[in-house]
């Protein structure tokens, strides 16, 4: 089973301010890599896939890159909206398309 | 716009059969893969697993075979059932239709809101 890992598990930040997400993974998955944002009590919405797709109707100041094993999403100016937590997952590999314990986004 | 809304009991007892069904509306179930996934309260997401369009399954093997995922295109819905529960299986369970990208499946467009499934006596 390939391994998500996410860094950092929190991230503290200011409305505004740039936000840098990194995953990694245990073997290549190319650029099968998607990320999610989840609000509590809400289902995950899909933010970026093949790496660096934004997915539809996602703002622009979401961005995705990596290939291989390292990934980055960048949120580059934060809004209120945006904290939440923020999952990788890779569908390179069956068996078990998997996730990384996520990051939480927190002013 | 696709929706999708999981059903089901939202208290099983242990060692019982746990079973949910997803209802697609707005698009047909076919040409697509539909997945299940879990989460317990306060951690991250887990695949249960997913059906093709044609009927094909794979299962995530930490299960051990206790996962079965089916499909009714007459009712545009497909359905999960987990066999012989424990708390441990206490989670969120979504229900998600599964896109293709550059001719590969596995990324999750559309989720249902969830529905929380207790495993209790």
């Known amino acids: 089973e390939i391994v998500m890992t996410q860094s950092p598990a929190t991230l503290s930040v200011s409305p505004g301010e740039r936000a840098t997400l990194s995953c990694r993974a245990s073997?290549?998955?190319?650029?099968?890599l998607a990320w999610y944002q989840q609000k509590p009590g809400q289902a995950p919405r899909l933010l970026i896939y093949?790496?660096?797709t934004r997915a539809t109707s996602i703002p622009a100041r979401f961005s995705g890159s990596g290939s291989g094993t390292e990934f980055t999403l960048t949120i580059s100016s934060l809004q209120s909206e945006d904290f939440a937590v923020y999952y990788c997952q890779q569908y390179n590999n069956w068996p078990s398309w998997t996730f990384g314990l996520g990051t939480k986004v927190e002013i | 716009q696709v929706q999708l809304q999981e059903s089901g009991p939202g208290l099983v007892k242990p060692s019982e059969t746990l079973s949910l069904t997803c209802t697609v509306s707005g698009g047909s179930i076919s040409s697509y893969y539909w997945s299940w996934i879990r989460q317990p309260p306060g951690k991250g997401l887990e695949c249960i697993g997913y059906?093709?369009?044609?009927?094909?399954?794979n299962y995530n093997p930490s299960l051990k075979s206790r996962a079965t995922i089916s499909v009714d295109t007459s009712k545009n819905q497909f359905s999960l059932k987990l066999s012989s529960v424990t708390a441990a299986d206490t989670a969120v369970f979504f229900c998600?239709?599964?896109?293709?990208?550059?001719?590969?499946?596995?990324?999750?467009?559309?989720w249902g809101q969830g529905t929380l499934v207790t495993v209790s006596s």
């Open positions: 073997q290549s998955v190319s650029s099968n």
């Open positions: 093949g790496a660096s």
């Open positions: 998600a239709r599964i896109t293709p990208h550059d001719d590969t499946w596995g990324m999750y467009d559309y």
């Open positions: 059906i093709s369009y044609s009927g094909s399954t």
